[in-house]
């Protein structure tokens, strides 16, 4: 039970630091600070998988995706942010799930191919319709590939270092 509610707590916590703090910038890269927990979560999903099995995850995917979105609305996030996150949230979460679920290869290597898809498309929806002139404008158009390459690779290495200790940790047992 302990791993739900810290894949839950995961996706609010992300939120509230990401609405609460200003964006990181690294070179030309703009990470939102929330963004280490977002990668973070896509390893606790697969562990809650791993104990809870596929069906019972899109449970705990819905839940999350609910609490989210309502802590979104009652902050005063802006409506594009909360879609944006919403929608992004939603689409990797399940492309995360299916690829896990079909994958058939060591339990560090499917939450390296997971969570790679899953944050692939978790940045670049929520950058495109929550951030981009699309909707709110709040960067322009040639600061979004930098927004998005920026989250894609803090999720990656997100999803490296939790494989290296899932592989380490399998291997001692």
């Given at each position: 039970?302990?791993?739900?509610?810290?894949?839950?707590?995961?996706?609010?916590?992300?939120?509230?630091?990401?609405?609460?703090?200003?964006?990181?910038?690294?070179?030309?890269?703009?990470?939102?600070?929330?963004?280490?927990?977002?990668?973070?979560?896509?390893?606790?999903?697969?562990?809650?998988?791993?104990?809870?099995?596929?069906?019972?995850?899109?449970?705990?995917?819905?839940?999350?995706?609910?609490?989210?979105?309502?802590?979104s609305i009652t902050s005063g996030d802006?409506?594009?942010?909360?879609?944006?996150?919403?929608?992004?949230?939603?689409?990797?979460?399940?492309?995360?799930?299916?690829?896990?679920?079909?994958?058939?290869?060591?339990?560090?290597?499917r939450v390296i191919y997971s969570g790679i898809f899953g944050g692939i498309?978790?940045?670049?929806?929520?950058?495109?319709?929550?951030?981009?002139?699309?909707?709110?404008?709040?960067?322009?158009?040639?600061?979004?590939?930098?927004?998005?390459?920026?989250?894609?690779?803090?999720?990656?290495?997100?999803?490296?270092?939790?494989?290296?200790?899932?592989?380490?940790?399998?291997?001692?047992?």
């Amino acid at each position: 039970m302990i791993i739900i509610l810290l894949y839950i707590l995961s996706i609010l916590v992300a939120n509230i630091i990401t609405g609460t703090f200003a964006p990181i910038t690294i070179g030309m890269f703009i990470i939102p600070c929330g963004t280490l927990l977002i990668g973070a979560s896509f390893i606790l999903r697969d562990l809650v998988q791993n104990k809870y099995g596929k069906k019972n995850t899109y449970y705990y995917i819905l839940i999350a995706l609910i609490i989210s979105c309502l802590f979104s609305i009652t902050s005063g996030d802006i409506f594009y942010i909360t879609v944006a996150s919403g929608l992004a949230f939603i689409v990797s979460e399940i492309v995360d799930t299916e690829i896990y679920s079909r994958v058939k290869s060591a339990m560090y290597k499917r939450v390296i191919y997971s969570g790679i898809f899953g944050g692939i498309l978790d940045s670049t929806i929520f950058v495109i319709i929550g951030l981009s002139p699309l909707t709110t404008g709040i960067i322009a158009w040639s600061l979004v590939i930098y927004a998005i390459v920026g989250q894609i690779s803090v999720k990656i290495i997100m999803q490296f270092i939790g494989a290296g200790i899932i592989y380490k940790f399998n291997k001692q047992n």
